[in-house]
């Protein structure tokens, strides 16, 4: 049985493991900077900057997604925005990653959003089929631009 919860505190060493993972399936272990307080902060602080829920497969975690609140213009509404989903390699197929979908876009229609995003690598077919097959939309037309580093610094003219 796959239950969804949304996180505790106490989660907080549980998420950074899982996101250490993540980044090793996405090509990037050495790019996870965050440390447990950095997480206890965004997700549990004074004015939290995103959430996260933990899917438990037969009692046991096996995957997370971690989100926040959006809005759009064109909308006039507030969206959600999955930043990361990740389900554990024996969990796969299983059923975590769509019951974890299908419990962020109910808490999308609860908050009145207009829109449910996420972004995927280009190369991870597996994960596009599947969100294909959930009804999710590619938009091609769109690519995602990040400044950070030393870069964030002379854009905001600090350097």
């Given amino acids: 049985m796959i239950q969804v919860r949304p996180a505790l505190p106490t989660d907080v060493p549980l998420i950074l493991r899982l996101v250490r993972e993540l980044a090793e399936f996405e090509r990037e272990p050495d790019a996870v900077v965050a440390t447990e307080p950095m997480l206890e902060s965004a997700l549990f602080g004074e004015r939290p900057?995103?959430?996260?829920?933990?899917?438990?497969?037969?009692?046991?975690?096996?995957?997370?997604?971690?989100?926040?609140?959006?809005?759009?213009?064109?909308?006039?509404?507030?969206?959600l925005?999955?930043?990361?989903?990740?389900?554990?390699?024996?969990?796969?197929?299983?059923?975590?990653?769509?019951?974890?979908?299908?419990?962020?876009?109910?808490?999308?229609?609860?908050?009145?959003?207009?829109?449910?995003?996420?972004?995927?690598l280009d190369w991870n077919e597996p994960a596009i089929r599947f969100y294909r097959a959930l009804g999710a939309v590619g938009m091609g037309e769109w690519q995602v631009q990040r400044v950070s580093g030393e870069a964030l610094v002379a854009l905001a003219g600090r350097g």
């Avoid at 899917?55 to 959006?70: I, P, S, W, Y």
């Avoid at 059923?95 to 995927?120: K, M, N, P, S």
Wanted: aromatic share 12%.
């Fill in 49 to 79: 900057a995103a959430e996260a829920v933990i899917a438990e497969l037969d009692g046991t975690v096996q995957g997370f997604a971690l989100f926040f609140q959006n809005f759009s213009t064109w909308t006039g509404r507030p969206g």
């Fill in 81 to 120: 925005y999955l930043e990361d989903l990740y389900v554990t390699p024996d969990a796969r197929g299983a059923g975590v990653g769509t019951a974890l979908l299908r419990h962020l876009a109910g808490i999308a229609l609860d908050r009145g959003c207009g829109r449910f995003e996420w972004a995927v």
